[in-house]
């Protein structure tokens, strides 16, 4: 009785000792790897990305021949700006376009997107 009953405390250690391991090695192996390099599918390239919060992102995400500026958070995904290729070739040329992107400060652009939403 005794043996089995260490014989389950063992078998239940080797499972939680697995998955802490998977979940460390998804968490920070496989993710590091994707943030290498462009996260690229069949039809969508994530061509650029940049933290600009502790939960929020701006991605420049390509679908086919569509440029889209997205603006991710926990809330969930807004598109920003949609580009076309011709638009994205003048935007790497010349710098962002007129009325595109200004500098603005995160205070600012929040209270922008709170004004919107309550509309």
């Known amino acids: 009785m005794r043996d089995e009953i260490l014989e389950l405390v063992w078998a239940l250690a080797a499972i939680c000792a697995v ?9 920070y ?3 590091g790897r994707a ?8 039809h ?9 919060g502790k939960d929020q992102k701006l991605l420049l995400v390509q679908a086919g021949e569509q440029i889209c500026l997205l603006g991710a958070a926990p809330g969930g995904i807004t598109c920003l ?13 010349e710098g962002a376009p007129e009325g595109a992107c200004q500098r ?4 600012e652009a929040l209270k922008s997107v709170l004004q919107q939403r309550r509309k």
């Open 104 to 107: 603005i400060s995160f205070q």
């Open 81 to 93: 700006r949609t580009l076309n290729r011709e638009e994205m070739g003048q935007w790497e040329q």
């Open 19 to 27: 998955l802490l391991l998977s979940y460390w090695f998804t968490r």
């Open 44 to 52: 969508v390239t994530v061509l650029e990305e940049i933290q600009v």
């Open 35 to 42: 943030a290498a390099g462009r996260l690229k599918g069949r």
């Open 29 to 31: 192996v496989v993710a």
